[in-house]
């Protein structure tokens, strides 16, 4: 698999016309876009992510439905419906998208990556059963669907139990914020 190629965006998220593979991005702490979809049910259910086994930043924990970078030249609503495809095998549209923010996510790691990430994050409704979905190998190890109630909890010990990316937390938060509007309306 080629590697990507990512435009570079400044510290406040505005386009800089350059572009870096993947891996330099990360090495050199380039700013860059992402994009994330978390989709939830009707019945109050948010789908969660577990990180495949293989991933360099905390392997095998509980995350995003799916997330991915921007590619160069790409929109974000573009790479959410990619992501979405490649990591659960799901197809959806712009339409079924529902953005709720862009989220500044700067983290460095003992293993000399820099994220300096703008998570552009999407709500969308996931209307087929989760045996529909098909998780990729590599990214993602598994899924499941979390009731609203019981990731509450999952979040509030998320620094001593290992399920959620801990550093995550207010992040997390946000979200459960926007999909209990969702299923509000």
């Given at each position: 698999?080629?590697?990507?190629?990512?435009?570079?965006?400044?510290?406040?998220?505005?386009?800089?016309?350059?572009?870096?593979?993947?891996?330099?991005?990360?090495?050199?702490?380039?700013?860059?876009?992402?994009?994330?979809?978390?989709?939830?049910?009707?019945?109050?259910?948010?789908?969660?992510?577990?990180?495949?086994?293989?991933?360099?930043?905390?392997?095998?924990?509980?995350d995003v439905s799916v997330a991915g970078h921007v590619d160069a030249g790409e929109t974000v609503e573009e790479a959410a419906i990619r992501e979405t495809k490649?990591?659960?095998?799901?197809?959806?549209?712009?339409?079924?998208?529902?953005?709720?923010?862009?989220?500044?996510?700067?983290?460095?790691?003992?293993?000399?990556?820099?994220?300096?990430?703008?998570?552009?994050?999407?709500?969308?409704?996931?209307?087929?059963?989760?045996?529909?979905?098909?998780?990729?190998?590599?990214?993602?190890?598994?899924?499941?669907?979390v009731t609203v109630e019981a990731y509450k909890p999952l979040l509030a010990n998320s620094y001593t139990n290992s399920y959620f990316v801990a550093s995550n937390?207010?992040?997390?938060?946000?979200?459960?914020?926007?999909?209990?509007?969702?299923?509000?309306?």
């Amino acid at each position: 698999m080629e590697e990507e190629l990512i435009d570079i965006v400044t510290k406040e998220g505005k386009p800089t016309g350059k572009t870096a593979l993947k891996s330099e991005i990360h090495r050199k702490g380039y700013y860059h876009n992402t994009a994330h979809v978390w989709f939830y049910t009707s019945k109050g259910e948010v789908l969660l992510a577990q990180r495949a086994a293989t991933k360099a930043i905390y392997p095998l924990l509980w995350d995003v439905s799916v997330a991915g970078h921007v590619d160069a030249g790409e929109t974000v609503e573009e790479a959410a419906i990619r992501e979405t495809k490649e990591e659960i095998g799901l197809t959806i549209t712009e339409k079924d998208l529902y953005k709720i923010g862009v989220f500044e996510c700067f983290q460095s790691y003992p293993n000399g990556m820099v994220d300096n990430e703008f998570h552009h994050t999407f709500l969308a409704e996931l209307k087929v059963p989760i045996e529909n979905l098909k998780p990729q190998p590599g990214e993602v190890e598994a899924l499941e669907l979390v009731t609203v109630e019981a990731y509450k909890p999952l979040l509030a010990n998320s620094y001593t139990n290992s399920y959620f990316v801990a550093s995550n937390r207010d992040y997390y938060e946000l979200v459960i914020k926007e999909v209990y509007k969702k299923l509000s309306c």
